[in-house]
């Protein structure tokens, strides 16, 4: 299994972390699959840096073989979605991006990849263009978005990803983040929505 995450997908996010370039392609990175948090569990923050920031995402779940997907067969390869988190540590990821560093170190932590109960993409109304999903912190709305705004659609991410490698059941998308991010702190309650349900749901300790 592996996971596969879209980087700056929406236009306010990036205008937020100063990313103003217009990309052409879709801007991908990988989470190994130790990053993945799931059950509920709480997410402890780690000690190599200062600045962990929630990145609210709709995820998708793949449920078939497929390679080289053209978009419009891409609906046939995911099954399901949720609400997660990409956590970033943000202090370390600025110090890799000034040395011109890969992202890895930053984004592909352990427990890194906080991910909600999935359910089928029908019970949300059918059209993972059409999904409107927000985060919770202690109660109240930090950040909201509305997936119609992702500049790479998910069926046009799918078979772009699929070009290069082959996606396998199992295998998850985080889709981006849409403005709005921050830090997390000790004792933070994270709850993750889409639409009115709510998928996600767990501490900070």
Not at 84 to 112: H, M, V, Y
Request: glycine letters at 8%; one cysteine or more; hydrophobic letters at 40%.
């Amino acid at each position: 299994m592996k996971i596969i995450a879209v980087g700056m997908n929406y236009a306010l996010h990036n205008k937020e972390l100063g990313n103003p370039l217009i990309h052409t392609e879709p801007v991908i990175f990988l989470k190994p699959d130790s990053a993945l948090l799931k059950d509920g569990k709480p997410f402890f923050l780690p000690d190599f840096a200062h600045e962990f920031h929630y990145e609210t995402e709709v995820v998708v779940r793949i449920c078939r073989l497929g390679k080289c997907i053209a978009p419009q067969f891409a609906p046939r390869y995911y099954d399901a979605v949720t609400v997660g988190i990409d956590f970033t540590a943000r202090d370390l990821q600025r110090r890799l991006r000034t040395e011109g560093k890969p992202w890895e170190l930053c984004k592909g932590f352990d427990q890194s990849a906080a991910v909600g109960k999935f359910i089928s993409l029908d019970r949300v109304g059918g059209d993972v263009q059409q999904l409107d999903f927000r985060l919770h912190i202690d109660g109240r709305e930090v950040q909201h978005g509305q997936t119609a705004d992702m500049l790479f659609k998910v069926n046009d991410v799918i078979a772009y990803v699929s070009r290069f490698m082959t996606l396998k059941m199992g295998d998850l998308l985080y889709t981006g983040t849409p403005a709005g991010v921050g830090a997390v702190q000790i004792g933070n309650h994270l709850q993750g929505y889409i639409n009115e349900e709510k998928l996600l749901d767990f501490y900070i300790r």
